[in-house]
């Protein structure tokens, strides 16, 4: 059972998202405030949450300012609550690392379909097959290397993944930036070459010897499936 932790100063809009939540088969968590929200994804452990509702006024804390605080450290999906539906504010949170981005007032069970939907698309698909090298934790958004957990960042771990979803195949640019910088209409294709250049400098400190990204010149890149 997947954990969502829902934070939301308002009890009501908290308790009716927990129990739409619940009957749909989640574990939610509820804080009230944005530093217990922190505090709680620093704590990780079993039951640490697989998406965090986001509401973006918060008594301590600015939702954003925690959004961002956040992905210093996390890479957990992120869909923020908002009174307010001005263009500017989405595209803020979504610049931010939210994943989606919700209306007040709005409906439980929409809420939950679109959790669903980010979850679905996050996790890996049922016969993903990974470089025996790899530990993909995608409900913790991490990923360990021969055994050591990865510090990456939110396009980095995106990227990794989306590579280990699909060992031995060769992915272009292209395909790289609609799956990892989804939204993101303003990246260049060179993004994707410093993340990977990024990405193996980190892989080479903990193995030297080791090189799974392999580059294929003109067409993209791919991860040797061992």
Known sequence: MQTILIVEDELAIADSIAYALRTDGFHPRHVSFGGAALEAMRAGGADA???????????????????????????????????????????????????????????????????RVVLRRLAPPPVAAASAHFELRAAEARIRFRGQPLELTRYEYLLLKTLLEHPAHVLSRAQLMDRVWDGARDTLERTVDAHVKSLRAKLRAVDPALDPIQTHRGMGYSLVAA
């Open 49 to 115: 949450p697989a998406l965090v509702v986001l509401d973006v006024g918060l008594p301590d804390m600015n939702g954003f300012e925690v959004c961002r605080q956040l992905r210093q450290f996390s890479n957990v999906p992120v869909i923020f609550l908002t009174a307010r539906s001005e263009e500017i504010d989405r595209i803020v949170g979504l610049e931010i690392g939210a994943d989606d981005y919700v209306t007040k007032p709005f409906s439980p069970r929409e809420l939950v379909a679109r959790v």
